[in-house]
T-cell receptor, first 115, second 112 residues
Framework: DTGVSQDPRHKITKRGQNVTFRCDPI?????LYWYRQTLGQGPEFLTY????????KSRLLSDRFSAERPKGSFSTLEIQRTEQGDSAMYLC?????????????FGPGTRLTVL | GESVGLHLPTLSVQEGDNSIINCAYS??????FIWYKQESGKGPQFIID?????DKRQGQRVTVLLNKTVKHLSLQIAATQPGDSAVYFC???????????FGAGTRLFVKA
């Protein structure tokens, strides 16, 4: 258990619906990352927050995707008008480890299936 | 473009043997590399990291080797155990940036 929690763990939705995922990071860390992982591939960077500021967004994050971190603690990732190609595991990560400043602790992920 | 890849998609080893997982990277400016382990249904788990000013770093049963000349790194697992069965990703920290760039992964099977 890394201390990073994500909710829900699984989400099945129909194409065109909106979905929202939540990440609760390890407390006291100001950095938070979202990644997307499709089957058989490594995680792909989506976006990065430092406190409540979204400092970087990937080209993968189309205008249907929006992420927020309103109070610099938990974060939400919303996908509007979902498409089948959005089916993936969405991972949240925060740094924080005694061995490395850059080490990232990942949550268990939210697996999205778009029918 | 960005590229961190792996030579072999799967690796099968006998329990007790040593495992070697290889990885190539393309950005010569990269200065920080990480190996992650991912078990089914879980997020990636940090194993070990190395900075470009080093060519070897050891952890508990794991060693990472970095060859900057050929832009190659490897993960060695000593006395591989069934619990080591997972997908292993090499990753690099974007130089001067925030993101971590992952390769596609190698699945390690440990035969009892």
């Amino acid at each position: 258990d890394t201390g990073v929690s994500q909710d829900p763990r699984h989400k099945i939705t129909k194409r065109g619906q909106n979905v929202t995922f939540r990440c609760d990071p390890i407390s006291e860390h100001n950095r938070l990352y979202w990644y997307r992982q499709t089957l058989g591939q490594g995680p792909e960077f989506l976006t990065y927050f430092q406190n409540e500021a979204q400092l970087e967004k990937s080209r993968l994050l189309s205008d249907r995707f929006s992420a927020e971190r309103p109070k610099g603690s938990f974060s939400t990732l919303e996908i509007q008008r979902t498409e089948q190609g959005d089916s993936a595991m969405y991972l949240c990560a925060t740094p924080g480890g005694p061995s490395s400043y850059n080490e990232q602790f990942f949550g268990p992920g939210t697996r999205l299936t778009v029918l | 473009g960005e590229s961190v890849g792996l030579h072999l998609p799967t690796l099968s080893v006998q329990e007790g043997d040593n495992s070697i997982i290889n990885c190539a990277y393309s950005n010569s400016a990269s200065d920080y590399f990480i190996w992650y382990k991912q078990e089914s249904g879980k997020g990636p788990q940090f194993i070990i990291d190395i900075r470009s000013n080093m060519d070897k770093r050891q952890g508990q049963r794991v060693t990472v080797l970095l060859n900057k000349t050929v832009k190659h790194l490897s993960l060695q697992i000593a006395a591989t155990q069934p619990g080591d069965s997972a997908v292993y990703f090499c990753a690099e920290k974007e130089p001067g940036g925030f993101k971590t760039i992952f390769g596609a992964g190698t699945r390690l099977f440990v035969k009892a």
